[in-house]
């Protein structure tokens, strides 16, 4: 499974900024150039990063007769590299460097130079390195923009065909440090040390397959460099956040009053279900449950009114008019959609209840579309539909859904996190790309991003549940006069919080949307809300 690691105990006030930080190379490199022209030497900097990276991988293999293959590239990360290897050797590690590139950085050749004095054997061919158990990857750092082509290509596809431990610093060699995307033959890690601060590519779904685990290694970066680059508004809202558990737990209704009553905790409508799709409205309706919302209604087509009572007795359940498929023809008069503080609707409806999606869209309270509601959208001109909306919207497209509601924007998908801003600052609608880092994006074009997940929520199902519990989560904290994109955040990081959770119980396999369901409650007991 791909993660990282964070330290579980509580984070200090500098470690929960620095967790929440995700840069662009630019950013991380006028950053760095701040720190240097204020008087810190090259040097210094390097050994202190190189002596945090080389504590890390000693701490994940303990045993000094573990042979070590270092690959070294140019610049400064390969200058890194060299002085981990230089460590390495120190502490009695059989180390040996792969060393493609004849002209490197001042500083890295004069560490190069240092290390053939200790011995340590080195070479322009990979193959000295095939004997060494663990691989430490300092063959480029942040920046990268042309495809790794050639020989250093072929070198690197002769690397992952060995299927080694590699051990990346800052990115896997051949990442784009911004959107993730494979230039030309990447190395594929297993274990990635992002240094500084989380770099974007961290954030993207085509990373992934590359980075392996990762953690951040911090070296204490100043807090004013950081806000010098990104702006002092930026240090409590940056354009672009992690959503880190303390952000996301701390924007849960907890803990609550001694005197609350169920009128405090927000009235969720969930307009869902068809004869053809039943359980989406049931899984949808146990979601909004576990959320907390104090009253629940469920509105469903009239055949299924009796099923959805029977599993969940505590809603109301409001049976409507079909269509010939079996899918909801319209509300009944009598449902009045501005007395409840959010409605959630698509799950399970089929494509023909276009008519009670317009109704949805016509209610003056915050709304939120998934599923047939996203398919019916894009079928009625979704930017101008949204764009005469006045109270929140949250669509939470996957991107076949994306494609079809923005269209315009297919071409560009590559980079999740910009695509899903600028469909956010185009519709007026907070919007919810699916995925294994799942984008949020709000209107006034700030992004979040979740760096948590699992395969095992890639089940029929999982999205119903997101849906009721963004819903319900939208109604309790309406009343609290809350700005909706903390409810979606929130709701996002409990339901993949909930999917690692049961996963790490049951195998990514054993975890379907009814067991995701039992698992929400449960997977917050390790908490504490005060």
Same mark, same amino acid.
């Given at each position: &499974?791909?993660?990282?690691?964070? $330290?579980?105990?509580?984070?200090?006030?500098?470690?929960?900024?620095?967790? #929440?930080?995700?840069?662009?190379?630019?950013?991380?490199?006028?950053?760095?150039?701040?720190?240097?022209?204020?008087?810190?030497?090259?040097?210094?900097?390097?050994?202190?990063?190189?002596?945090?990276?080389?504590?890390?991988?000693?701490?994940?293999?303990?045993?000094?007769?573990?042979?070590?293959?270092?690959?070294?590239?140019?610049?400064?990360?390969?200058?890194?590299?060299?002085?981990?290897?230089?460590?390495?050797?120190?502490?009695?590690?059989?180390?040996?460097?792969?060393?493609?590139?004849?002209?490197?950085?001042?500083?890295?050749?004069?560490?190069?130079?240092?290390?053939? @004095?200790?011995?340590?054997?080195?070479?322009?061919?990979?193959?000295?390195?095939?004997?060494?158990?663990?691989?430490?990857?300092?063959?480029?750092?942040?920046?990268?923009?042309?495809?790794?082509?050639?020989?250093?290509?072929?070198?690197?596809?002769?690397?992952?065909?060995?299927?080694?431990?590699?051990?990346?610093?800052?990115?896997?060699?051949?990442?784009?440090? !911004?959107?993730?995307?494979?230039?030309?033959?990447?190395?594929?890690?297993?274990?990635?040390?992002?240094?500084?601060?989380?770099?974007?590519?961290?954030?993207?779904?085509?990373?992934?397959?590359?980075?392996?685990?990762?953690?951040?290694? !911090?070296?204490?970066?100043?807090?004013?460099?950081?806000?010098?680059?990104?702006?002092?508004? &930026?240090? $409590?809202?940056?354009?672009?956040?992690?959503?880190?558990?303390?952000?996301?737990?701390?924007?849960?209704?907890?803990?609550?009053?001694?005197?609350?009553?169920?009128?405090?905790?927000?009235?969720?409508?969930?307009?869902?279900?068809?004869?053809?799709?039943?359980?989406?409205?049931?899984?949808?309706?146990?979601?909004?449950?576990? @959320?907390?919302?104090?009253?629940?209604?469920?509105?469903?087509?009239?055949?299924? #009114?009796?099923?959805?009572?029977?599993?969940?007795?505590?809603?109301?359940?409001?049976?409507?008019?079909?269509? @010939?498929?079996?899918?909801?023809?319209?509300?009944?008069?009598?449902?009045?959609?501005?007395?409840?503080?959010?409605?959630?609707?698509?799950?399970?409806?089929?494509?023909?209840?276009?008519?009670?999606?317009?109704?949805?869209?016509?209610?003056?309270?915050?709304?939120?579309?998934?599923? $047939?509601?996203?398919?019916?959208?894009?079928?009625?001109?979704?930017?101008? &539909?949204?764009?005469?909306?006045?109270?929140?919207?949250?669509?939470?497209?996957?991107?076949?859904?994306?494609?079809?509601?923005?269209?315009?924007?297919?071409?560009? &998908?590559?980079?999740?996190?910009?695509?899903?801003?600028?469909?956010?600052?185009?519709?007026?609608?907070?919007?919810?790309?699916?995925?294994? #880092?799942?984008?949020?994006?709000?209107?006034?074009?700030?992004?979040?991003?979740?760096?948590?997940?699992?395969?095992?929520?890639?089940?029929?199902?999982?999205?119903?549940?997101?849906?009721?519990?963004?819903?319900?989560?939208?109604?309790?904290?309406?009343? #609290?006069?809350?700005?909706?994109?903390? @409810?979606?955040?929130?709701?996002?990081?409990?339901?993949?919080?909930?999917?690692?959770?049961?996963?790490?119980?049951?195998?990514?396999?054993?975890?379907?949307?009814?067991?995701?369901?039992?698992?929400?409650?449960?997977?917050?007991? !390790?908490?504490?809300?005060?």
């Amino acid at each position: &499974m791909h993660g990282s690691i964070i $330290d579980a105990k509580i984070l200090s006030h500098r470690d929960a900024h620095i967790q #929440r930080y995700a840069v662009t190379a630019q950013q991380m490199g006028d950053i760095e150039a701040r720190v240097f022209a204020a008087g810190m030497p090259v040097a210094a900097l390097m050994e202190k990063v190189a002596g945090r990276i080389t504590q890390r991988i000693t701490h994940l293999y303990p045993d000094p007769s573990t042979p070590m293959g270092i690959l070294v590239g140019p610049g400064h990360n390969g200058g890194d590299a060299l002085v981990v290897a230089r460590e390495l050797h120190l502490q009695g590690y059989p180390v040996r460097i792969f060393r493609p590139f004849e002209r490197l950085k001042e500083l890295t050749a004069a560490h190069a130079q240092y290390a053939a @004095s200790l011995g340590i054997p080195a070479s322009d061919r990979p193959e000295i390195v095939a004997d060494c158990e663990v691989l430490i990857d300092g063959l480029f750092g942040f920046g990268l923009t042309r495809p790794l082509e050639g020989a250093i290509a072929q070198s690197i596809a002769e690397i992952n065909a060995w299927q080694k431990p590699v051990l990346s610093i800052d990115l896997p060699s051949g990442i784009h440090t !911004d959107t993730g995307a494979a230039l030309g033959t990447p190395l594929r890690a297993h274990h990635t040390f992002c240094l500084g601060l989380w770099k974007r590519a961290f954030l993207q779904d085509q990373a992934l397959p590359f980075v392996g685990t990762t953690e951040l290694i !911090d070296f204490g970066l100043p807090l004013a460099d950081i806000e010098a680059v990104l702006g002092r508004a &930026m240090l $409590d809202e940056p354009e672009l956040q992690r959503i880190t558990p303390t952000v996301a737990l701390c924007q849960l209704p907890l803990p609550r009053s001694p005197i609350t009553q169920k009128y405090q905790e927000g009235h969720a409508l969930l307009i869902c279900g068809s004869r053809q799709y039943t359980g989406a409205a049931l899984l949808a309706g146990l979601s909004a449950r576990a @959320s907390g919302v104090g009253m629940l209604t469920i509105a469903v087509p009239e055949a299924m #009114r009796s099923l959805v009572v029977a599993q969940i007795p505590d809603a109301l359940v409001v049976g409507c008019e079909e269509t @010939s498929e079996g899918a909801i023809a319209c509300l009944p008069a009598a449902v009045d959609l501005s007395r409840f503080q959010a409605i959630g609707c698509g799950p399970g409806l089929t494509p023909s209840a276009i008519d009670v999606v317009k109704q949805a869209l016509a209610a003056p309270v915050p709304l939120v579309l998934d599923a $047939d509601g996203l398919n019916i959208l894009a079928s009625l001109d979704a930017v101008a &539909m949204l764009r005469q909306r006045h109270a929140p919207t949250v669509l939470t497209p996957h991107p076949g859904e994306f494609r079809r509601l923005f269209p315009s924007l297919a071409e560009v &998908m590559g980079d999740r996190l910009r695509v899903t801003q600028q469909a956010a600052q185009a519709s007026g609608a907070i919007v919810l790309l699916k995925g294994a #880092r799942v984008a949020i994006a709000s209107p006034q074009g700030k992004i979040w991003a979740n760096p948590e997940s699992t395969p095992a929520l890639a089940r029929g199902g999982s999205g119903d549940v997101l849906t009721g519990l963004i819903t319900g989560l939208l109604a309790q904290n309406s009343l #609290r006069a809350r700005p909706p994109e903390q @409810s979606v955040q929130t709701a996002t990081w409990w339901h993949a919080h909930a999917g690692r959770w049961a996963a790490h119980k049951r195998t990514e396999i054993g975890v379907d949307a009814s067991t995701l369901l039992q698992t929400l409650i449960p997977s917050l007991q !390790d908490f504490h809300f005060t």
